[in-house]
């Protein structure tokens, strides 16, 4: 890849952890009206590569850290760009949350922004979830879909926990799981019934969810 080409530049810069030049990529391609979900899609790339770092070695949490703090900054550029133009809420009802024993959130945050920006109304409920807290918001909120986040292959468990305590309390809802690492293995693990590894792509599902064209995954 040539890094002086957009993308292979951002994408370096955010795997080699430079935070300036990574924020100024990001602001140049806003101004230039790059597609902020192009944008998205390279930084999570960058973060692929910081995690490959991790695994080798290469970095420590601190590299982590800073891999995190660099993509919420980015976030933070890129949040007016993609802010809904509309504050009509009647897509339908999405509770969100990262599973208990999981603290990653950036992606979980992507979905949320992006289905505000499609009329979905969501109650986030943060990161670390217990299931009994996520079945007590649905008996509370009612929600049309549950979506849960998890990036920590000790998150598997979590989730299928929280899937078992909602169907047992009645729960008719489908349930969406995703996360860098998930499949369609885990999803049939989980007990989930739609799975994904991009926000997009999970907006998708929702829409066909509230259309009643949505194909269930994972049986
Ligand atoms: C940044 C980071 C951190 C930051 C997180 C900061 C934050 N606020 O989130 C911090 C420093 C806290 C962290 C901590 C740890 N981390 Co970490 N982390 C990462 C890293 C580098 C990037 C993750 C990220 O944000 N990616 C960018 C986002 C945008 O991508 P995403 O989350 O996949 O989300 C996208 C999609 O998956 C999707 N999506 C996500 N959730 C959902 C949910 C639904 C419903 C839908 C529809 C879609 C969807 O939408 C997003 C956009 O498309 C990854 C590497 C990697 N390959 O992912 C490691 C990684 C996840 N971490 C890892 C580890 C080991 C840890 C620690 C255990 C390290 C330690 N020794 O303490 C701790 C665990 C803490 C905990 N209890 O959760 C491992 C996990 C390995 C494993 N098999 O379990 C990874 C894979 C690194 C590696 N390769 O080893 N980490």
């Known amino acids: 890849m040539n890094p002086t080409e957009p993308s292979a530049a951002l994408i370096a ?5 430079q935070e300036e030049r990574s924020l100024a990529l990001v602001r140049r391609r806003i101004e230039a009206g790059d597609d902020p979900l192009l944008i998205i899609q390279d930084c999570k790339e960058g973060m692929r590569q910081v995690g490959a770092h991790y695994e080798r070695n290469e ?18 550029l890129l949040h ?12 339908g009802r999405v509770l969100l949350g990262t599973v208990e024993g999981d603290i990653h959130d950036l992606g979980k945050n992507i979905v949320n922004m992006l289905l505000g920006c499609h009329s979905f109304a969501v109650y986030d409920l943060g990161v670390n979830v217990p299931p009994a807290v996520f079945a007590d918001q649905v008996d509370e909120l009612q929600p049309d879909i549950v979506c849960m ?3 920590l292959t000790s998150s598997y ?3 299928r926990e929280t899937v078992e305590l909602l169907r047992s309390r009645g729960l008719q809802a489908p349930i ?10 885990v999803c049939r693990y989980v007990g989930a019934d739609y799975w994904t590894t991009d926000a997009v792509a999970g907006v998708e599902i929702c829409q066909r969810i509230m259309a009643g064209e949505a194909v269930k995954q994972g049986d």
């Open 13 to 17: 810069a955010i795997s080699d952890l």
């Open 59 to 76: 970095y420590f949490l601190a590299g982590l850290i800073m891999a995190g703090e660099i993509f919420r900054e980015v976030m933070e």
């Open 80 to 91: 007016p760009v993609v802010a809904p133009k509309s504050a009509v809420r009647s897509s």
């Open 149 to 151: 986040s998890g990036l």
């Open 157 to 159: 468990d979590a989730m």
């Open 176 to 185: 969406i799981i995703g996360g860098g690492q998930i499949s369609d293995e």
